[in-house]
């Protein structure tokens, strides 16, 4: 099984969750792709009426629209009954970094409104503990005087051997990555465990000039892994 194999297994068993009459937080990336392909399918099959979507991004606002879902958007839907969506990391805690895809405020803003969030991975991304891979910790900041906001992040984490990094369009290019919502992203990678993540969290979110990070903390209500060995479902 190749991974996106799994990450097929794991996106379509997290729609046998989803039914008719539902309004549903509509995740981003590689994993909650193939759950929004699913869903058009059962619609256009007739197996699910009465669908609303709210997008987590542009890109999926985009697909959900070629697949013919009803679109919306938490103006109109305050309350969204299920989100799926995929995940970076998960920990034992069903804590969960997200946003390597960039689009972490809009996934935020929807899976806190929802009234059960389910994440979807593949088994390579379980950890032990958030950060613990050494890989990007999204933070998404203003674009005004970034590198101001690049080092009081840096300067948070200092103990924990943090290096803060723009992102850019690509490897190598001087272009900063433009979120869907006009703003940058500093990404921060730790050499040590951060420790406590609500102290993190509420360290970053003080700074002003960030607008959101990508740790998804207790958000996550059941996390379905789909590995070589089968499929693991995890209840909070
Ligand atoms: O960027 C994001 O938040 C994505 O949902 C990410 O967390 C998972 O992307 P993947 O399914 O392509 O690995």
């Known amino acids: 099984l190749t991974q996106d194999d799994l990450k097929k297994i794991a996106a379509y068993k997290a729609v046998e969750y989803v039914e008719s009459g539902m309004v549903l937080g509509l995740g981003t990336g590689s994993t909650a792709k193939h759950a929004v392909d699913r869903i058009g399918e059962l619609l256009r099959q007739g197996k699910l009426k009465n669908i609303v979507g709210i997008p987590t991004s542009k890109k999926t606002h985009e697909q959900a629209k070629s697949l013919g879902i009803p679109l919306s958007d938490l103006d109109t839907h305050p309350t969204v009954d299920l989100a799926i969506d995929g995940a970076d990391e998960v920990d034992p805690g069903l804590n969960l970094v997200k946003g390597r895809g960039g689009s972490l405020l809009r996934e935020k ?28 910790m999204p933070v998404e900041v203003v674009p005004f005087c970034w590198k101001f906001s690049a080092k009081r992040l840096q300067n948070l984490f200092e103990y924990a051997g943090c290096v803060a990094k723009l992102r850019t369009e690509k490897e190598g290019s001087a272009q900063p990555f433009v979120t869907d919502n006009g703003n940058f992203i500093v990404d921060l990678y730790f050499k040590e465990d951060i420790g406590d993540l609500k102290i993190a969290s509420d360290k970053i979110l003080r700074l002003a000039g960030v607008v959101e990070h990508g740790m998804f903390l207790d958000m996550a209500s059941t996390v379905i892994v789909a590995g070589e060995l089968g499929i693991t479902i995890k209840h909070k």
């Open 109 to 136: 803003m929807v899976e806190s409104a929802c009234k059960r969030f389910i994440v979807i991975v593949d088994e390579s991304k379980w950890v032990r503990f958030i950060g613990e891979g050494g890989l990007a």
